[in-house]
């Protein structure tokens, strides 16, 4: 029976033990139901946010008592955790929660670090040792805006924001199979804007091929669409088109599979593709929203991520997933540099600090691998290159590949296709 002027422990109040997000005594604040399907080791990390949130809002906590009956039973054998006064102090060190779940998680407490500094010179070095020589590129449409394609998000310039041109219902909706079979015509207008063949390689795509030549390229991941990692020489094999790409397409009625010339001659003759078979829509082979991904995509991952002995990040706000997975996927010891207008893929600093976190981590005590080099990627890959002692013949690669692409240019323009052609 309850005592009358006694308040009733909370949930964060009570003493806690693995099993104790699967009792049916414990209240349900809507997470329950989901909690008791998973681990002892959900349940810490669970109870590791809630600390952590409480000990930010609460600045004077105060014991609080409990019945003799909770007490009791928070007693029993085989439960383990905080006591009641342990758990309500509010100047409890991160460091010390961190070494519970490590002894209860098996976790690694720090990692020595993989890198001479944790810097672009550290990278730098890394290479130049001979341990970097398996390296995995991960990119996203911030190496094509130097290109003149916008990326999806940026505030005032992005794809997203300069839709409203096209009457969508929302910006994304142009990206949605459900409206592209209703009303086509918006994407094609969009797709003869961004069409392949009218931009060149940046910077950024030719350090990719320049790491290919050298034998340093394990594979290149893109989420981008506008094959411009293949004009830029990167070959098939070494390229994972994650969200698809204009290279081919297909009939959504029968199924038959058309050429990327094909494609362009009809977009640039204004035209709503239809196959010359069963006259069904034809869609460009590109990722819409709620479409899986490649089966390639599916097929590398595992063994590029177990071989790979550096990974760079460029380009990319790493928010899209499963492409955003990859950077959790390679080894802990494996470097990660991420080349970008501003930091991405950080894991929440209270995690990190507890060691708990997945993300990448450049600034804690404990960072080890991980370095951010914030700028536009193309200066970012010619200050990596400048570092490594290759500039130079870098430098010479874009140029000449720059001059052959003019020189093709002048000589073959599809029917209806511009003349401009935009430089990086």
């Known amino acids: 029976m309850k005592k009358e002027g006694r308040k009733k422990k909370t949930f964060l109040q009570r003493p806690f033990h693995p099993g104790s997000l699967e009792s049916s005594s414990r209240p349900s604040n809507g997470l329950h139901s989901k909690f008791k399907l998973f681990s002892p080791s959900l349940c810490y990390l669970t109870l590791v946010a809630k600390i952590t949130n409480r000990m930010s809002e609460e600045k004077d906590v105060r014991t609080v008592d409990v019945h003799e009956e909770e007490e009791d039973a928070d007693r029993d054998e085989g439960a383990v955790g905080f006591s009641e006064s342990t758990f309500l102090v509010p100047w409890m ?121 050298k034998g340093l390229l394990l594979r290149c991941y893109t989420q981008n669409i506008d094959t411009l990692e293949r004009v830029a020489g990167i070959t098939g094999d070494n390229l994972v088109e994650a969200h698809g790409s204009f290279h081919t397409s297909h009939c959504l009625s029968c199924g038959k599979v058309f050429t990327l010339t094909w494609m362009k001659e009809e977009i640039f003759k204004d035209k709503v593709p239809v196959c010359d078979e069963c006259e069904g829509l034809v869609k460009p082979d590109i990722v819409f929203f709620g479409e899986s991904l490649p089966q390639r995509f599916f097929q590398c991952i595992q063994k590029d991520c177990s071989d790979c002995d550096l990974l760079i990040i460029m380009g990319t706000s790493l928010v899209v997933q499963p492409f955003s997975s990859l950077t959790n996927r390679v080894s802990e010891t494996t470097p990660r540099l991420l080349l970008n207008m501003e930091r991405s893929g950080q894991t929440d600093p209270i995690m990190a600090a507890l060691g708990l976190g997945s993300g990448m981590d450049f600034d804690s005590e404990n960072a080890y691998r991980d370095v951010a080099w914030l700028g536009k990627c193309d200066d970012g890959c010619l200050a990596l290159a400048e570092l490594l002692g290759w500039k130079e013949e870098f430098e010479a690669l874009v140029t000449a590949e720059h001059s052959r692409i003019d020189e093709e240019l002048t000589t073959v323009k599809p029917q209806g296709a511009t003349t401009e052609v935009h430089h990086p």
């Open 93 to 213: 060190r991160l460091d010390m929660l961190r070494a519970l779940f490590a002894r209860n998680m098996a976790l690694p407490r720090h990692h020595a670090p993989v890198l001479e500094e944790m810097t672009l010179n550290g990278i730098a070095k890394y290479i130049q040792s001979g341990k970097g020589k398996r390296i995995l590129c991960m990119v996203g449409a911030g190496i094509s805006t130097s290109a003149g394609i916008p990326d999806f998000r940026s505030p005032g310039s992005g794809l997203y924001h300069n839709l409203q041109k096209y009457n969508l219902p929302h910006p994304q909706a142009i990206f949605e199979m459900s409206y592209f079979k209703m009303n086509p015509q918006p994407f094609f207008t969009l797709a003869k804007e961004l069409y392949p063949g009218e931009f060149k390689p940046t910077v950024s795509h030719y350090f990719m091929r320049f790491l290919q030549d």
